[in-house]
Structures are given as C-alpha cells and as structure tokens.
C-alpha cells in the first residue's frame, strides 16, 4: 500500500504469496493517497505505516498510521519529525526504527523509535549522514545495515553503515561497512538464506539504473569479501519494496520477493508480476516469476508481510 503515483496509493491490496489460486479481500482504503512511505508489522495484528508525501496532507510527512486487525481501520497519530522517503526496520520489543528522509529541501539524519501502542516516539540514534531512498536491514538480532541512498533527493549513494543496538546508546558508534559495487537509491533490499554456505546474505536490488543485484555474505569475517554480483534482475527498476518469507515451498530458509517498482525503459511502465529471490543447494541462487499479479500499478510501496490471521482469503 501507499507509493507513487499518488492516485493508486489508497489501495491497500492483498496477495496470498504461496497459493495464486487464493481470492483475498483487500483491506479498507488506506487513509489518504501517500507516497514515498516507510512501515512494517509491529506485531501479529498491528502493522504501521509512517511519514511520505500526500498533495492533499501537509502534515502527511509527519503521522503514523496503524492498521488493527482487531478494529479493522487505521488510527493515526505524530512522529517527532516529518519525513519523506524514510527507511525502517522493526525491532523485537515492537518498535518501528524510523530513520532519515527529508523534509522541505533538508535531507535529514535524526531518527526515532516509533511505539504504536502509546502512539508515541522517542529519538534514535542519528544516522552518519543525512539520507533519503535509503533501505535497512536486521543483519542479526541487535545489528542493523544502512546500505546506500541519496544525500540531495537525486544522487546516489554506494556507502553502507553497520549499528549495534545492544550498545549504550550514549556509546552507539556507526561503522563503515563495505561499500556497493554500484551507488543506489529507491532500492530494496532483503535477507535470504544459502543452503551451500549455511549463512544469510544480504540482497540489494534496483535504484542503479541496471539490472544488477548486489550480495554481501554475512558469515564472511568482519564483510571483508564485500559486495559480489548475484543473478541479475531480469527488469531494469526504480523504487521496487522486499518482502522476506520463511520457507518458501521449494526453498530452504529465508526468500525475498520484490513487490512493485517502475519499469526503467522508452515508457514509464510498473512492474506487476511478484518475483522470488531464493538459493538452493542443487540449484544456486536465481530468480523466479510467481504467477500472482498486483493490481495497481505502484512504485516505492510499502509492502509488508502479514499472518493469515490479518487477512480474509478463500479458494474461488
């Protein structure tokens, strides 16, 4: 849901990823047309999205908007900062980490800590440097990676950054981490899991205007084999979102399908087909097209897996 263009971001569709035979009802229209969004599942029937851009909502940089499964509507309530084109993880005591993004022509480095249940927020740690279109991932239970982005809303960035939120936050130090073969931004990226190497890898797709797909070994010591090339996509994309899903029929731990994004071409084109990042031990690392379809043509949206018990889906 959300994403650009702003005229189909209301949509708030749902797909069951396994079964394409599956007719899901959508949940109730998001609460405004927002683009440029961040969000997760906080916890089994809560998910919350945060800050973006609306043309209709001044204040829209600066609300959080959490979904119920309980009450079945959106509630919403104010960050400490707005922000357009945020990144975000979600941590395991329930807070949305909400990172970056700009406001008016300022690209910015605060952060927050987003609780949904006291509809409240409190400061972060600030990033290294102010950036928007940026992606994070939970590297392992306490470690975060921040991998590229833009610093002026239109370059792109190839650094990444490594934070260990077990630290005393008055100790919490950034480090470098290696940096990608190509800058990005309006990426999306994921953890999915080797079988051969026994070991998650960091997967980086789109926003650098080529097909390439970046992977960092996590087991490697200290990332010190950095970025290789991985099976491209097959699409040129800007702005895709990543899910990550536990044992997908057919795979071995975790997978990340792409949802979403603008096909780069001579026409604006959206990408509808979901796709499927997996490694197996006898067949390597590859892509795969998944027969289910989004309806909306969407770019830089949030995508969020959710239990079964969040949606309503039957066999047609």
């Given at each position: 849901?959300?994403?650009?263009?702003?005229?189909?971001?209301?949509?708030?569709?749902?797909?069951?990823?396994?079964n394409?035979?599956?007719?899901?009802?959508?949940?109730?229209?998001?609460?405004?047309?927002?683009?440029?969004?961040?969000?997760?599942?906080?916890?089994?029937?809560?998910?919350?999205i945060?800050?973006?851009?609306?043309?209709?909502?001044?204040?829209?940089?600066?609300?959080?908007?959490?979904?119920?499964?309980?009450?079945?509507d959106?509630?919403?309530?104010?960050?400490?900062?707005?922000?357009?084109?945020?990144?975000?993880?979600?941590?395991?005591?329930?807070?949305?980490?909400?990172?970056?993004?700009?406001?008016?022509?300022?690209?910015?480095?605060?952060?927050?800590?987003?609780?949904?249940?006291?509809?409240?927020?409190?400061?972060?740690?600030d990033?290294?440097?102010?950036?928007?279109?940026?992606?994070?991932?939970?590297?392992?239970?306490?470690?975060?990676?921040?991998?590229?982005?833009?610093?002026?809303?239109?370059?792109?960035?190839?650094?990444?950054?490594?934070?260990?939120?077990?630290?005393?936050?008055?100790?919490?130090?950034?480090?470098?981490?290696?940096?990608?073969?190509?800058?990005?931004?309006?990426?999306?990226?994921?953890?999915?899991?080797?079988?051969?190497?026994?070991?998650?890898?960091?997967?980086?797709?789109?926003?650098?205007?080529?097909?390439?797909?970046?992977?960092?070994?996590?087991?490697?010591?200290?990332?010190?084999?950095?970025?290789?090339?991985g099976?491209?996509?097959?699409?040129?994309?800007?702005?895709?979102?990543?899910?990550?899903?536990?044992?997908?029929?057919?795979?071995?731990?975790?997978?990340?399908?792409?949802?979403g994004?603008?096909?780069?071409?001579?026409?604006?084109?959206y990408?509808?087909?979901?796709?499927?990042?997996?490694?197996?031990?006898?067949?390597?690392?590859?892509?795969?097209?998944?027969?289910?379809?989004?309806?909306?043509?969407?770019?830089?949206?949030?995508?969020?897996?959710?239990?079964?018990?969040?949606?309503?889906?039957?066999?047609?």
């Open positions: 849901m959300t994403g650009y263009p702003l005229v189909n971001s209301e949509k708030a569709e749902i797909t069951d990823i396994v394409a035979k599956m007719d899901c009802d959508n949940l109730k229209d998001f609460a405004q047309e927002v683009g440029y969004a961040t969000g997760g599942l906080v916890n089994q029937k809560t998910f919350l945060c800050g973006g851009y609306s043309t209709t909502d001044v204040n829209a940089g600066e609300t959080c908007h959490a979904f119920d499964s309980d009450d079945k959106y509630r919403s309530f104010k960050m400490l900062q707005s922000r357009k084109a945020p990144a975000s993880v979600v941590l395991d005591n329930g807070l949305l980490w909400v990172t970056g993004g700009t406001v008016l022509s300022t690209t910015l480095e605060s952060t927050e800590f987003v609780d949904e249940a006291t509809e409240s927020s409190t400061a972060g740690p990033l290294p440097i102010g950036l928007s279109q940026h992606c994070m991932v939970r590297i392992n239970q306490s470690a975060v990676i921040v991998i590229g982005g833009s610093t002026d809303v239109t370059n792109r960035k190839a650094e990444t950054w490594i934070l260990d939120l077990d630290e005393d936050q008055s100790q919490m130090d950034w480090i470098q981490g290696p940096s990608l073969n190509k800058p990005r931004r309006r990426h999306a990226c994921g953890l999915v899991f080797d079988p051969v190497t026994g070991s998650n890898m960091v997967v980086t797709v789109g926003g650098s205007e080529d097909s390439t797909v970046e992977l960092l070994d996590l087991q490697s010591q200290d990332l010190d084999e950095g970025w290789i090339y099976p491209s996509f097959p699409l040129i994309l800007e702005g895709p979102s990543a899910v990550t899903f536990m044992d997908y029929p057919g795979t071995e731990g975790q997978s990340m399908i792409i949802v994004g603008s096909i780069t071409g001579e026409t604006v084109d990408l509808k087909n979901l796709y499927l990042f997996s490694c197996t031990k006898s067949g390597g690392c590859q892509w795969n097209k998944l027969k289910q379809k989004l309806d909306t043509n969407i770019q830089s949206p949030v995508a969020i897996l959710i239990p079964d018990a969040m949606a309503s889906c039957s066999a047609p």
